[in-house]
């Protein structure tokens, strides 16, 4: 197809001349807008422009540990519409799964918490959770485990649940991730292993929340970073090798599986 954009086929060619078998993967919120998850950052659309009424000090601050220590009810006034509810994972989900098929995805790191790679079939044991998920929960301040069949009933109805345990009156939180917390123990480990990584992928992020944003940069001079995303991110375009792809994600792994000729393959693995 002549109508392929050089760098999307230098970049396919790469990995069908094999010479890109470790490839890393890093996501934001942008990759599951597809599926119907406002992301946090558009001006309108995302989740931080919608907060006023909530009065919040500061958009970020309804997920900052601090803040939820005494105020949990704007938390809560919003955790229903961002726990995961059988939707359906977007082509860029499946995009990951496929290179997972195949064998060339080293590692995902996501900053989502919707689940939808899991969803889309790329195996659990290829993938962080770097801001954790919705499986568990525990109270903020003792720590105590919360049974999953209350906290359902909370997100359902967005009434703050309280902590079981005589004497403690702490709010019960997911065990998502939020600011002011540390990342789980494996971040650290297999951030020590992206310099192995033989092309990188940076898929729906802002980039503008640590240590996740500072992935990219631990690429090797000289191996390439794609950058599929609305706009520019971070540093990607600046160094040599490097490619954006600016435009939806799911617009940008089409034209990647076009390149790659596994369009038919992709789109069929997406529909099952
Ligand atoms: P952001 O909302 O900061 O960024 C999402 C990015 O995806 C933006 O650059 C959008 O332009 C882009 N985008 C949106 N829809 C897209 C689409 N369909 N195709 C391509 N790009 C699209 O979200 P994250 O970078 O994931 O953490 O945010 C990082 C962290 O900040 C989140 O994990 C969350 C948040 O606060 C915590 O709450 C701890």
């Known amino acids: 197809d002549t109508n392929i954009n050089p760098d999307i086929q230098s970049i396919a060619n790469r990995i069908k001349n094999g010479e890109a078998t470790r490839i ?11 599926a119907g998850i406002p992301d946090f950052r558009s001006p309108i659309t995302g989740l931080y422009d919608r907060l006023a009424p909530l009065g919040l000090p ?14 949990p ?21 499946a ?13 995902l790191f996501t900053q989502n918490i919707d689940g939808l790679e899991q969803d889309a079939g790329v195996p659990s044991d290829k993938v962080l959770w770097a801001h954790g998920n919705w499986k568990s929960q525990h109270c903020y301040k003792c720590s105590a485990h919360y049974p999953d069949h209350l906290m359902k009933k909370a997100i359902m109805s967005g009434d703050v649940p309280y902590c079981l345990q ?5 709010a019960v939180k997911p065990d998502v991730v939020f600011f002011g917390q540390s990342l789980p123990a494996e971040f650290e480990e297999k951030e020590k292993e992206v310099p192995d990584a033989d092309l990188m992928f940076v898929l729906g992020t802002s980039l503008k929340v640590a240590p996740c944003s500072r992935l990219p940069g631990l690429v090797k001079g000289g ?4 950058l599929i995303n609305m706009e520019k991110a971070g540093d ?10 600016l435009g939806t994600c ?11 000729g596994w369009r038919d393959e992709l789109e069929g693995l997406w529909a099952d």
């Open 24 to 34: 890393v993967v890093l996501t934001g919120a942008g990759i599951s807008t597809g």
């Open 58 to 71: 500061y958009p970020e601050a309804i997920f900052h540990i601090n803040y939820f220590s005494h105020t």
């Open 73 to 93: 009810e704007p938390f809560y006034a919003i955790a229903r519409a961002r726990h995961p509810r059988n939707l359906k994972p977007t082509i860029s989900h």
């Open 95 to 107: 995009f990951l799964a496929l290179l997972a098929k195949k064998g060339l995805l080293h590692f």
């Open 166 to 170: 005589s004497g403690c009156d702490g």
């Open 223 to 226: 191996t390439p970073r794609v």
């Open 236 to 245: 990607i375009g600046n160094r040599g090798g490097d490619v954006c792809i």
């Open 250 to 260: 799911d617009e940008g792994v089409r034209k990647l599986a076009d390149a790659l």
